[in-house]
């Protein structure tokens, strides 16, 4: 069999890629992917990934050592299953920082500042929350806020609203950096703790 073109990784870039390559139906694609299908139920639970982390046939585990010898290495793992490294982040859809995109296009490719990029971004979501400024409706990946929160979630949440900190239903609905209101926050104390 021959192929057009070849996409290494099954993961949400090289999904991206080989979808829309093949809009053109004389193009023949083939996806490569190390790893095996996402079969695994707790692929589908925002914290079974934590289960799925320590295991080799999932995820690829790149030591990283620090050139101060001070600090503790670590392990960055990376998706080694059908979907990527999106396969095995908790479920959590989070667009990149404005000011990322926009420092690239300064560097000198115009294409990756975040006008393009966030036209990008609002074309393939279906969020649930609707079409807005910052979000898209109508696209193939459905975004959605959790069902059932855990309650930890939420008291963390509440202490950051106490200390003035704005809570926000939509994580990718503003890169502004977190600000803290005016006023002053409420003293800390065990009186006042939850």
Not at 92 to 109: K, P, S, T, V, W
Not at 127 to 154: I, Q
Not at 173 to 190: G, K, L, V, Y
Request: net charge negative.
């Amino acid at each position: 069999m021959e192929f057009d073109y070849i996409v290494a990784g099954a993961g949400s870039a090289g999904c991206a890629v080989a979808s829309r390559l093949t809009e053109n139906p004389k193009v023949a694609v083939l996806v490569v992917e190390a790893g095996p299908r996402d079969a695994n139920p707790l692929f589908r639970m925002p914290k079974g990934f934590a289960k799925l982390m320590a295991r080799p046939e999932y995820t690829w585990n790149f030591p990283v050592a620090y050139a101060d010898r001070r600090m503790r290495g670590e392990v960055w793992q990376r998706g080694k299953v059908l979907g990527g490294s999106s396969a095995i982040n908790g479920m959590i859809y989070n667009r990149g920082n404005q000011a990322d995109f926009d420092h690239l296009a300064e560097l000198g490719n115009p294409d990756w500042g975040w006008d393009t990029m966030l036209a990008a971004y609002k074309s393939m979501e279906d969020n649930a929350f609707g079409a807005s400024p910052t979000r898209g409706a109508g696209g193939p990946l459905h975004v959605s806020p959790f069902g059932h929160a855990d309650p930890v979630c939420d008291r963390i949440i509440e202490a950051g609203a106490r200390i003035g900190l704005e809570a926000m239903a939509d994580c990718n609905e503003s890169d502004a950096p977190p600000t803290i209101m005016a006023s002053a926050p409420p003293r800390w104390d065990r009186a006042t703790m939850p």
